[in-house]
Each structure stands twice: as C-alpha cells, then as structure tokens.
C-alpha cells in the first residue's frame, strides 16, 4: 500500500536529527522552510551543519533522553545499529520516526518535495523510486511560476467574502471556478469589481 500525504503544521514543533553528516543535512535543509525546532546530535558534525543558525546542536552522542517530547525523529547515523535502537525507543512512545534510506523502519517518510510560497507539493512513489520522484519534480517545479504564486493570492483574498456572502455551496464552487477563470486570462491585473460582481450574482 502507498503512504497517505498528510499535510501537518510542523512550526515550533521539536524536530530532533540523529546524525551530523551530508544527509542529516539535506534533511534539516527540506525541514527548515516548515521552521520546526530543529535540534542535530552527533559526535562529529559537518561544517555546513554547524553554520544553520536556526538548528540546536549538540555534539555529542545520542542519548535516549534526546528524544523526549520531540514531535518526530530523523535517524541518519551511518550506524546501523543505533538507527535500530532509535527507531525501537521512537515506535514504544508513539514519536513519528523517519529512518534514512531504511524504508522498514520509518513511521514517515520523506516525499520529493516542490515548495513556492504558498503552494507546497509532495510527490512520492512509496519509497520504490526515489529517482523518478525527482523527475517528477523537475517537471512541477517549471509550472510553479509567478502566475500559481498569484492566483493563489487572489483565490485567498476572496475566500472569507465567498463563504460568507455565498450560501450555496454550489455556488461557492461556481464563483472560485469563475474567478480562477479571470486568473488564467489575465492574472496580473484582475479587476475587483469584476469579482465582486460574480460573488453578488452568486448570493
């Protein structure tokens, strides 16, 4: 069975980084637009690691106590025994825990990821082909341009108007179609009047 993509808030929530390597650093780097708290532990810690002024380091080794009251773990050690010992003390509390390139033994795992203000999209392939999920995301990062960026602005902008002015739920969705409309055909100069003429006629 695939993985179901949540979307979950991880701002201000404690993220702990098992491992001070090139992957522990590619990790950190995909979480810190989220801004979780991200704490690395390691004895030895890469130098571009250590220059990320919004992660905690501790350099030292892990210690079971590390991982308390953490939201989720991410196990990258080059130690595959201790990526076990962690993953069995993440699973006995409940603590989502993903284990680097060790599919078994991850509660999570990491989608290839397409992120442009806004618009966040995940593309996974349940961990079988972690090299067409990049080809995947090659191919959406060239459609999130300026205009997506837009178009999500304006659709915002209405949203609280549409839902209270419109009671019809059909006809919510017709006036956010009709609005996506004038997007697609001239986003960058998108009359109000225009749009507040569709959400009165909708009422």
């Not at 179901?4 to 929530?13: A, C, L, Q, S, T």
């Not at 006995?92 to 442009?116: Q, Y």
């Given at each position: 069975?695939?993985?179901?993509?949540?979307?979950?808030?991880?701002?201000?929530?404690?993220?702990?980084?098992?491992?001070?390597?090139?992957?522990?650093?590619?990790?950190?780097?995909?979480?810190?637009?989220?801004?979780?708290?991200?704490?690395?532990?390691?004895?030895?810690?890469c130098?571009?690691?250590?220059?990320?002024?919004?992660?905690?380091?501790?350099?030292?080794?892990?210690?079971?106590?590390?991982?308390?009251?953490?939201?989720?773990?991410?196990?990258?050690?080059?130690?595959?025994?201790?990526?076990?010992?962690?993953?069995?003390?993440?699973?006995?509390?409940?603590?989502?825990?993903?284990?680097?390139?060790?599919?078994?033994?991850?509660?999570?795992?990491?989608?290839?990821?397409?992120?442009?203000?806004?618009?966040?999209?995940?593309?996974?392939?349940?961990?079988?082909?972690?090299?067409?999920?990049?080809?995947?995301?090659k191919?959406?990062?060239?459609?999130?341009?300026?205009?997506c960026?837009?178009?999500?602005?304006?659709?915002?902008?209405?949203?609280?108007?549409?839902?209270?002015?419109?009671?019809?739920?059909?006809?919510?969705?017709?006036?956010?179609?009709?609005?996506?409309?004038?997007?697609?055909?001239?986003?960058d100069?998108?009359?109000?009047?225009?749009?507040?003429?569709?959400?009165e006629?909708?009422?």
């Amino acid at each position: 069975m695939g993985y179901f993509p949540f979307y979950i808030d991880i701002e201000n929530k404690k993220c702990l980084v098992a491992g001070g390597g090139i992957v522990a650093l590619r990790k950190v780097r995909k979480l810190l637009p989220f801004r979780p708290q991200i704490t690395v532990v390691a004895d030895r810690i890469c130098d571009e690691l250590n220059k990320i002024k919004e992660v905690k380091i501790l350099n030292r080794k892990f210690k079971d106590t590390d991982i308390d009251d953490a939201f989720m773990v991410i196990s990258a050690t080059d130690d595959n025994k201790l990526n076990t010992h962690i993953f069995e003390l993440c699973k006995s509390k409940n603590i989502l825990i993903n284990t680097v390139d060790d599919k078994e033994k991850c509660g999570f795992i990491f989608p290839a990821l397409v992120k442009r203000n806004n618009v966040t999209v995940g593309i996974s392939t349940s961990g079988k082909s972690p090299l067409y999920c990049k080809a995947l995301r090659k191919k959406i990062e060239k459609s999130l341009d300026e205009k997506c960026d837009k178009t999500v602005e304006i659709l915002s902008k209405y949203r609280v108007c549409i839902k209270s002015e419109i009671k019809s739920e059909e006809n919510r969705k017709k006036a956010f179609e009709r609005i996506l409309e004038i997007c697609g055909e001239n986003y960058d100069k998108v009359d109000e009047k225009q749009i507040l003429k569709i959400i009165e006629e909708l009422k």
